[in-house]
Structure formats: C-alpha cells, structure tokens
C-alpha cells in the first residue's frame, strides 16, 4: 500500500501582509530575491522554497509570492546559479511525445548509464504547442539545479529551446534524424536511412502498390521516415501517389484511420509501411474489419520494433530503432567531461527486424 505522504507544513509567513498596491516599480528583470521577500512580507528562505517548488509553503503564501515575481519579472539569476550546475547530480529528460512506448524506453536507457555513478534521472513533460512551454522548461531546468538535459522529439527540434539552455548555461544533449546543432550537443538516429530500408525490402518481394501511414508533419521524424520511404521507393522505380499517403498522429487510433483511408483505394495496396509501431497495430485492426489476413492480404511493418511488435500476431515486421541505447548513449555524453570536444555527431543506426507480418503479394 502506498504510503500518505505528509501534509504540507504552513509556513511561519503565511500570515504575513499581502504585498502593497503601491509597490515601488521596479525595471523589468532588475528585482532580486530580497525584493521579493520584502515586498511580499515573507523570508527569504519562504520565497526560495517557493521557487524551488517546496511543499513546506502554504498555498496562499505561494500564490501571492509567484503572482509578485510575475508582476516584477522576476526569475532566478543564472549566474547566481551556476555553481550549483556543476555540483548538481541531477539529469533532465525532456519531452513531448505522444507514444508511451517510446518514453519508456529512452528513460530505461538513461537510468542503464546512470546506474551507480551518483547522479539521478527526472523529467518534465511539456506540451510544446504552448506558447510559454520554453519558460516552463527554463524554470524546471533552474529550479532542479540540473547537471544537464537530454532533449527527445520533439522539443529537441525546437532551436529556441536550445538556445534558452544555452543562455543559463545547462550542457544538453538533443536527440534528433538529422544534425541540428554543434557536435557534442547531438545524438542522431538517421531515420531517413532506415525507411528507405523498409522501401527496399517491401519492393524487393514484389509489392508495387503501398500505402504510406506518416506521422505529424511537425516532428522531423516524421518527415524523415516518410520521405526516406517514399525516395526509397522512387530510386526503384515505384513512384507513390500522393492518395495513397495519410497523415497520421504516432497512435494507435491514428493508424485504424490511416488503414481504413488506403484500404478503401482501388487498386487496394498490398502493403502498408506506418512509421511506428502503434499505428501499425492500428492497421491489424483495420485489415481485421475488412476480413483481411497478414500477410496473406496485406504485408505491414512497422518502425521503433516496440515490445508491442513481437506482441502482435503475426509478429510485426518492423525498423528496429534502438531508444533505449540512444538513452543510454545522451546520458553518457552528458556524464562525459570529453563529449564538449567532439567534432563529429554521435549516431545510431537502425535497421530492419523481418517477421511474420510481411510476405510476397499474391500473383
């Protein structure tokens, strides 16, 4: 049984005055913490477990404390902060993805590099879709005193965020298909490369007319998966309409959609590549509404190779992306007093697993 956690303590100032209407205006950004503290009838001490999320402060004294700090501009001071960088022993996993799977994986990874060498992994969801996301983000870096950052699709795509890190000072690692930033801040893991691997295969047994499922246009993976799949394709002499590509969400329900909208064409396609796992699943669904058999009617693979590939019956083909390794790999290099000085990008290559969800087309 999970224990109750204790009830938060009232802080000593909760009772304080409210801060006066007539505060002194202050220069945007120029308040200090003592400002803070005395214009809000609180201590120091208060206003900093305020800031450091604190569950020892009572929530009216919080709120009239952040709603002083917002009033003034007031964040804490990166310089003041950054000696506790380096003595930190917390590292940041950053995201904003919507496959559980995948989230998973990358933080099993990073906790394998982790293990034993004294610092601990935390993370911070965000919803990128929001326009103050990057100062959610800032805060959380700040407030945690972290050691560094890992950054994965898509929030690691996003050249604003990083360049707020740079600005406090907080070594990140960005985990993206295609190199985005200097050397020592990348992982990448050439998407593109193992689409067009996928092309090759479902060309190479026979299938001529094949339904693409891409992921959200906003991530860069999923512009990578589908145009290395569909340039696979051309480089053999299979140019794929434009109808015979659907826009999915990277879910399971996305994937049911996207296999009902091919499967509806005529010429019916033989075979569907979903750039990922879950919407593959998706497509098992769809080909199961219509009576129609994997392989025997239609081929599917997948990408990620997920648990839920060897799940699935037939056992999903699919693009084995090694999360867990890239984890692995993005805490080390922020573990790594070296990794400042690479002067080429860390990779990962993936590949593709065949299964039993994928054979010769009939005739």
Same mark, same amino acid.
Not at 109 to 125: F, I
């Given at each position: 049984?999970?224990?109750?956690?204790?009830?938060?303590?009232?802080?000593?100032?909760?009772?304080?005055?409210?801060?006066?209407?007539?505060?002194?205006?202050?220069?945007?950004?120029?308040?200090?913490?003592?400002?803070?503290?005395?214009?809000?009838?609180?201590?120091?001490?208060?206003?900093?477990?305020?800031?450091?999320?604190?569950? %020892?402060?009572?929530?009216?004294?919080?709120? +009239?404390?952040?709603? %002083?700090? +917002?009033? %003034?501009?007031?964040?804490?001071?990166?310089?003041?902060?950054?000696?506790?960088?380096?003595?930190?022993?917390?590292?940041?996993?950053?995201?904003?993805?919507?496959?559980?799977?995948?989230?998973?994986?990358?933080q099993y990874g990073?906790?394998?590099?982790?293990?034993?060498? /004294?610092?601990?992994?935390?993370?911070?969801?965000?919803?990128?879709?929001?326009e103050d996301y990057?100062?959610?983000?800032?805060?959380?870096?700040?407030?945690? +005193?972290?050691? /560094?950052?890992?950054?994965?699709?898509?929030?690691?795509?996003?050249?604003?965020?990083?360049?707020?890190?740079?600005?406090? !000072?907080?070594?990140?690692?960005?985990?993206?298909?295609?190199?985005?930033?200097?050397?020592?801040?990348?992982?990448?893991?050439?998407?593109?490369?193992?689409? #067009?691997?996928?092309?090759?295969?479902?060309?190479?047994?026979?299938?001529?007319?094949? /339904?693409?499922?891409?992921?959200?246009?906003?991530?860069?993976?999923?512009?990578?998966?589908?145009? !290395?799949?569909?340039?696979?394709?051309?480089?053999? !002499?299979?140019?794929?309409?434009?109808?015979?590509?659907?826009?999915?969400?990277? #879910?399971?329900?996305?994937?049911?959609?996207?296999?009902?909208?091919?499967?509806? +064409?005529?010429?019916?396609?033989?075979?569907?590549?979903?750039?990922?796992?879950?919407?593959?699943?998706?497509?098992?669904?769809?080909?199961?509404?219509?009576?129609?058999?994997?392989? !025997?009617?239609?081929?599917?693979?997948?990408?990620?190779?997920?648990?839920?590939?060897?799940?699935?019956?037939?056992?999903?083909?699919?693009?084995?992306?090694?999360?867990?390794?890239?984890?692995?790999?993005?805490?080390?290099?922020?573990?790594?007093?070296?990794?400042?000085?690479?002067?080429?990008?860390?990779?990962? #290559?993936?590949?593709?697993?065949?299964?039993?969800?994928?054979?010769?087309?009939?005739?």
């Amino acid at each position: 049984m999970t224990p109750t956690p204790p009830r938060p303590r009232r802080s000593r100032s909760a009772a304080a005055a409210p801060p006066t209407a007539d505060a002194p205006a202050l220069p945007a950004g120029k308040a200090t913490i003592n400002d803070i503290a005395r214009l809000s009838g609180v201590s120091k001490k208060t206003v900093s477990r305020v800031i450091n999320n604190s569950p %020892l402060v009572h929530p009216e004294t919080r709120e +009239k404390v952040l709603a %002083l700090m +917002k009033q %003034l501009g007031y964040t804490p001071d990166p310089q003041a902060r950054g000696l506790a960088f380096r003595r930190s022993f917390l590292i940041g996993l950053v995201y904003d993805n919507p496959t559980a799977q995948y989230i998973v994986n990358m933080q099993y990874g990073a906790l394998d590099a982790l293990r034993d060498s /004294g610092y601990e992994l935390v993370v911070h969801p965000c919803d990128s879709t929001r326009e103050d996301y990057i100062d959610g983000v800032r805060r959380f870096v700040l407030q945690q +005193k972290l050691h /560094g950052v890992i950054l994965i699709p898509r929030v690691s795509e996003d050249e604003q965020l990083a360049a707020a890190l740079r600005e406090i !000072g907080c070594r990140y690692v960005r985990v993206a298909s295609i190199p985005l930033d200097a050397a020592p801040n990348m992982l990448v893991t050439r998407d593109r490369l193992a689409s #067009t691997e996928a092309a090759n295969y479902l060309e190479s047994l026979g299938h001529r007319t094949i /339904g693409l499922i891409t992921g959200p246009r906003r991530y860069r993976s999923a512009i990578e998966r589908g145009e !290395g799949f569909l340039a696979g394709l051309a480089a053999r !002499g299979i140019e794929l309409a434009p109808d015979y590509v659907y826009e999915g969400g990277y #879910t399971f329900d996305s994937g049911v959609a996207g296999a009902e909208f091919l499967l509806a +064409k005529s010429p019916r396609p033989t075979a569907i590549f979903a750039c990922n796992d879950e919407m593959a699943a998706g497509v098992y669904k769809a080909a199961m509404r219509r009576g129609l058999g994997i392989p !025997g009617d239609l081929s599917v693979v997948g990408y990620d190779d997920s648990p839920l590939a060897s799940q699935l019956w037939p056992a999903l083909t699919t693009i084995h992306s090694p999360t867990r390794d890239v984890g692995r790999e993005a805490a080390r290099m922020l573990l790594d007093d070296h990794a400042p000085a690479l002067e080429q990008p860390r990779d990962v #290559t993936p590949h593709l697993v065949v299964r039993d969800s994928s054979q010769r087309p009939k005739g």
